[in-house]
């Protein structure tokens, strides 16, 4: 598959799934890259979708329906959550209107079955939580192929209200790759989905070789959407929160930029959007970040640690692959 074809299975996907979705990460899965992803598609496309799948050659398991719901707000081990928020319905049952399919993808179905059988949410039952087993963090990561040393960070630092997987990620980086950046995975343009143990993991960026090869190989506008969005300069806060700074140079203490624009994410949230708009120059440590229009000051963000990941303000320079 390559060429036209190509083209037109990416444009298939795009309009049942809405936009490009996991759809670099389901070639990968087709390729023999990954053993097995997890996609979420609206019910209402679901056939659809199942469809595009066995074209190439995939199968798959119904896990759930992700249903919307409102924050479930205080509840009992509410630092357990995760930044996913839904709620959840029995594959048996009806789809409610509106709801999403958790689907697990593989090329056989007891590859999807590993992977579904821990991967997991935290669920909020009568006040409560009842967490995740430690343990099926490092289940699931392997049985979705991730790096081993990723696995254990992500396990290690997963601990949604008092840490920030990201900011381990950046003190842990020698020189970050667009191989190992997963910042813009929400808009499926990232080489990965995991969240690595650093921006230049070798093990996240071989992997990533690999599919960036593939990619180019049988859809070359993709594979350079994909290098473009991954490139550049990203001032991060937490999963939430993150920016691309279009146009970032150096301006002194300051990081001078064009455009900041603020990447997708399961819950954003916008305290900084508007003041970024605003201001075209950045000044960035780690308890606030000062944004100015030229030389005037126009305000500030003073990082929390009272939200979903707490915030630990940082720029990170992502730079091509020096091997691809």
Known sequence: ?????????????????????????????????????????????LDDYLALLADLGLTWVLDCWFDGIED??????????????????????????HAEAHVFV????????????????????????????????????????????????????????????????????ASPSILANSLPKHQGRSWMMHLPCSWSCEATMSQSRRLREH????????????????????????????????????????TAYVRAELLPSTRPTHPLRRLMAQGDHVEVDLACVRVYQGTEFLGAHEARCDTLGPEMAHLVRFSGDSDG
């Open 106 to 173: 593989a090329r056989s179905r007891d590859q999807a079955a590993v992977a579904q059988a821990s991967g997991r949410y935290p669920v909020v039952a009568n006040g409560r939580v009842l967490p995740k087993p430690w343990i099926d963090h490092i289940r699931f990561g392997q049985a979705l192929g991730y790096p081993v040393c990723c696995v254990k960070s992500f396990a290690r630092h997963s601990r949604w209200h008092a840490d920030n997987p990201l900011w381990h990620a950046f003190l842990g980086s």
């Open 215 to 254: 990619v180019r190989e049988v859809d070359i506008d993709l594979a350079d959407a994909v290098d473009q969005a991954c490139t550049g300069t990203f001032l991060v806060l937490n999963e939430l929160e993150a920016y691309r700074l279009a146009g970032a140079r150096p301006a002194g203490e300051r």
């Open 1 to 45: 598959m390559a060429g036209s074809a190509a083209v037109e299975l990416r444009r298939r996907y795009e309009e049942i799934r809405g936009g490009l979705g996991q759809y670099v990460h389901v070639l990968a899965v087709a390729a023999g890259l990954k053993p097995c992803i997890d996609d979420w598609v609206g019910a209402n496309r």
């Open 72 to 97: 479930p707000g205080q509840v009992v081990g509410s630092d357990h959550l995760t930044t996913t928020v839904a709620g959840g319905v029995a594959p048996e049952m009806p789809a409610p209107p």
